[in-house]
């Protein structure tokens, strides 16, 4: 199975913040890798597909890169709604695996 | 509008079953895959199960393997997942989700149903 390791697990942030978010992959998934947003008691939302691809109506201050083992999730200027936990998750193989979540918290 | 609403869940003994429904819309449901993914009280993602458009073809995490089934019908418009011999380790709230471009990144989600295994 492909372990998906994010860092950090928490991260606390002001309104206007670049925040950048690190997913591993324990072995090459090319580009296959998705990014979630969720918000407590909601559904997982998509944000980002194949590494960079920005889902359709997820605002460009979102953005995906990266590819073989690393990526990342940037977020270039925080707003207040943007607080939440994201995921990364890879269909290169299956099982499909997510990362453990990293929580983007108010400072 | 692409909608999807669970049904089903509940309060389960251990070793008891459940029949999850996922009744979707404002989409052509045969064009795409879906998946089971589930949540635990407090913890993260984990997907349960895929099907593809036809029903021919079914992936399992291996800790649901023979145990749980997911089926499709296509004229309903209507996921299915079957739950046998429930454990507490499977309480969490289930989605059904539909696929994106691929088979297996999930672009649209239902609201969940919550699946209690307790005596």
């Known amino acids: 199975d492909i372990q998906m390791t994010q860092s950090p697990s928490t991260l606390s942030a002001s309104v206007g913040d670049r925040v950048t978010i690190t997913c591993r992959a324990s072995q090459s998934i090319s580009s296959w890798l998705a990014w979630y947003q969720q918000k407590p008691g909601k559904a997982p939302k998509l944000l980002i597909y194949?590494?960079?691809s920005l889902e359709s109506g997820v605002p460009s201050r979102f953005s995906g890169s990266g590819s073989g083992t690393e990526f990342t999730l940037t977020i270039s200027s925080l707003q207040p709604d943007d607080f939440a936990t994201y995921y990364c998750?890879?269909?290169?193989?299956?099982?499909?695996?997510f990362g453990q979540g990293t929580e983007v918290e108010i400072k | 509008e692409v909608q999807m609403v669970e049904s089903g869940g509940g309060l389960v003994q251990p070793g008891g079953s459940l029949r999850l429904s996922c009744a979707a819309s404002g989409f052509t449901f045969s064009s795409n895959w879906m998946s089971w993914v589930r949540q635990a009280p407090g913890k993260g993602l984990e997907w349960v199960a895929n099907i593809n458009q036809d029903g021919g073809g079914k992936y399992y995490v291996d800790s649901v393997k023979g145990r749980f089934t997911i089926s499709r019908d296509n004229a309903k418009n209507s996921l299915y997942l079957q739950m046998n011999s429930l454990g507490a380790e499977d309480t969490a709230v289930y989605y059904c989700?539909?696929?994106?471009?691929?088979?297996?990144?999930?672009?649209?989600w239902g609201q969940g149903t919550l699946v209690a295994v307790s005596s």
């Open positions: 998750q890879q269909y290169n193989s299956y099982p499909l695996t």
């Open positions: 989700a539909r696929s994106g471009i691929t088979c297996c990144d999930f672009a649209y």
């Open positions: 194949k590494a960079s």
